[in-house]
């Protein structure tokens, strides 16, 4: 079975400061690997998607992720958040048709 | 162009009462999901159809829970005899292609449902 595991639920960090959050995964099979973000009672928009090749995928809105398969995982990162950046960011993979969620890290960034 | 929309925004419902959330893909597209978030939770499963034709229900927690699309468009989701542990923002996502596994998936805005 494939799972999520989103290691922190909630990330504080300064404005304009750089910022980590962690996905670990488990799956049995190869995976396609993707970031949402989700705005306040919006729907979820794609960030980035790892389906092959480059191990750095780089996304909308600046933010970047490194697929480490030996390490199964896909943190996402960015050098210099925005308070617009404030929301939840849900990891996901993709065995097959469906995609599967971590819990999301809300992140906060503060002025 | 026109992205995923899904009505009611919001739904109240009293316990024991039957709902039907509506969604409307993006136009040509294939492939629709149902997913299901509860308070400060992941999205979860519920089910997939390819045009009409429903491919996999695993995800639907009861027999309650029936979704349908019978013209390959516009999908409702039915929750019959509400319980108050079906509050929660219901999502919905289609993508171009059939359930490839790299086919984007693109999310409605939810509609929340809560169960009193």
């Known amino acids: 079975a494939q799972s999520v595991t989103q290691l922190d639920s909630q990330v504080p960090v300064f404005e304009e400061a750089p910022v980590e959050l962690r996905c670990n995964y488990s799956?049995?099979?190869?995976?396609?690997l993707f970031w949402y973000v989700q705005y306040p009672n919006q729907g979820l928009q794609l960030l980035l998607k790892?389906?092959?090749?480059?191990?750095l995928v780089k996304g909308i809105n600046g933010f970047e992720a490194e697929f480490n398969k030996s390490q199964t995982s896909f943190h996402l990162r960015k050098p210099s958040v925005h308070i617009s950046d404030t929301a939840e960011y849900f990891c996901a993979v993709k065995p097959t048709g469906k995609l599967i969620f971590g819990q999301g890290t809300t992140l906060q960034v503060k002025p | 162009g026109a992205g995923v929309s899904q009505s009611p925004r919001y739904k109240v419902a009293k316990r024991g009462q039957d709902v039907a959330l509506r969604c409307d893909p993006i136009s040509g597209h294939v492939s629709l999901f149902w997913y299901q978030q509860a308070l400060g939770q992941g999205p979860e499963f519920l089910t997939y159809f390819q045009n009409e034709a429903q491919l996999d229900k695993s995800g639907l927690p009861s027999d309650r829970f029936f979704a349908e699309r019978p013209e390959g468009s516009v999908s409702t989701l039915k929750i019959q005899r509400t319980q108050q542990e079906d509050s929660a923002v219901y999502l919905c996502a289609s993508s171009f292609g059939t359930s490839g596994r790299g086919g984007i998936q693109y999310f409605g805005p939810g509609t929340r449902l809560l169960v009193l």
């Open positions: 790892y389906l092959s090749g480059s191990t």
């Open positions: 799956s049995s099979v190869s995976v396609y």
